[in-house]
């Protein structure tokens, strides 16, 4: 059984440009959500995916959307940088959306913007 | 004020020593998540409750709900210990409701 894996691990961007960080979940999880966390802080939840649509949102922007495949692999998409973007970005799969059930959390991409 | 309090902010212990975590929050959840996160990022999951207590190896989890606190010890402190914990409460009813709130952490260093 594979765990979570994220992709990339580190990335460097310019403001204004445009990233997709990339998550596998792992195997028979449908769910996956998405974290910011930066530096010295606890993760902040963006958004959730289940069975391929959203399925619940945090405080964050339009510019940053999401995308659940078929195969429950996921994309965390952001638009138009900004420097404070500049975070760990983490994702965590799990069985169900519901309550009781485990995330399991990947390693993280560390973006820096510039 | 933050839904997930976290105390201490920082911990230093000796190796041997007796540790507690404490967090609070003023939300009503379904479950609380006890985290663990070393240098570079990665996270695990320590524990998930609902009620009662846990035990793992040297590390027990509390959990009262009426009080809305938990606590999680390290009998025996080691310095592979040495981390970043992390309380997280996961909400009631449904879509981002079931989201995990984080506390900021709490940064544990175990001298040998």
């Known amino acids: 059984e594979t765990g979570v894996t994220q992709s990339p691990t580190h990335l460097i961007k310019t403001r204004g440009q445009q990233v997709t960080l990339r998550c596998s979940s792992q195997?028979?999880?449908?769910?996956v959500s998405w974290y910011q966390q930066a530096l010295g802080q606890g993760p902040q939840f963006i958004f959730q995916?289940?069975?391929?649509?959203?399925?619940g949102r945090g405080n964050f922007p339009p510019r940053f959307s999401g995308l659940q495949f078929p195969n429950y692999s996921s994309e965390l998409n952001v638009n138009a940088l900004e420097l404070d973007d500049s975070a760990l970005y983490l994702c965590?799969?799990?069985?169900?959306?519901?309550?009781?059930?485990?995330?399991?959390f990947g390693p993280g991409t560390r973006l820096t913007v510039t | 004020k933050n839904e997930v309090e976290q105390s201490p902010q920082n911990l230093t212990a000796q190796e041997g020593e007796f540790i507690t975590i404490n967090c609070s929050y003023s939300?009503?959840?379904?479950?609380l998540h006890w985290l663990q996160q070393h240098p570079g990022g990665g996270i695990v999951s320590l524990f998930m409750?609902?009620?009662g207590k846990k035990k793992h190896g040297r590390l027990i989890a509390t959990i009262n709900i009426q009080e809305k606190h938990s606590s999680l010890h390290i009998t025996a402190s080691h310095p592979r210990d040495s981390a970043v914990y992390i309380c997280?409460?996961?909400?009631?009813?449904?879509?981002?409701?079931?989201?995990?709130?984080f506390g900021k952490g709490t940064l544990l260093t175990v001298n040998p």
């Open positions: 409750l609902s009620s």
């Open positions: 965590a799969s799990s069985l169900s959306p519901g309550q009781g059930y485990e995330q399991y």
């Open positions: 995916y289940y069975r391929e649509e959203e399925n």
């Open positions: 997280a409460v996961q909400g009631l009813g449904g879509g981002s409701n079931y989201k995990l709130t």
């Open positions: 195997s028979g999880h449908n769910t």
């Open positions: 939300v009503g959840i379904s479950a």
